[in-house]
Nanobody, 115 residues
Framework: QVQLVESGGGLVQPGGSLRLSCVAS????????MGWYRQAPGTQRTLVAL???????NYAESVKGRFTISRDNAKNTLLLQMNRLKPEDTAVYYC?????????WGQGTQVTVSS
């Protein structure tokens, strides 16, 4: 089982930027797809962005052009660069890793966009 630890959340003003990091404890080569999900209070957890081992990315419509997902296999790290943040981006952000037959989640990191 791969363990994931997120960091980089915090409070930012609208229009600002944050970069989230997710470090995997195991080898990145056992992971096929990694992604970021978010969950606001009273809502379901939804996909923000994902990236395959070969680097193919997919984004939620609401973040296209503002967020960028990337992965560094050598450093076992998944990143999410978030620019032009909006109040509606406020949520707990979770890192996700999919392996053959299993899925791992991080503990989440809070992102709050407010003036």
């Amino acid at each position: 089982q791969v363990q994931l630890v997120e960091s980089g959340g915090g409070l930012v003003q609208p229009g600002g930027s944050l970069r989230l990091s997710c470090v995997a404890s195991g080898s990145m080569f056992s992971i096929s797809v990694m992604g970021w999900y978010r969950q606001a209070p009273g809502t379901q957890r939804t996909l923000v962005a994902l990236i395959t081992r070969s680097g193919i990315t997919n984004y939620a419509e609401s973040v296209k052009g503002r967020f960028t997902i990337s992965r560094d296999n050598a450093k076992n790290t998944l990143l999410l660069q978030m620019n032009r943040l909006k109040p509606e981006d406020t949520a707990v952000y979770y890192c996700n890793a999919q392996m053959s037959g299993s899925v791992s989640w991080g503990q989440g990191t809070q992102v709050t966009v407010s003036s």
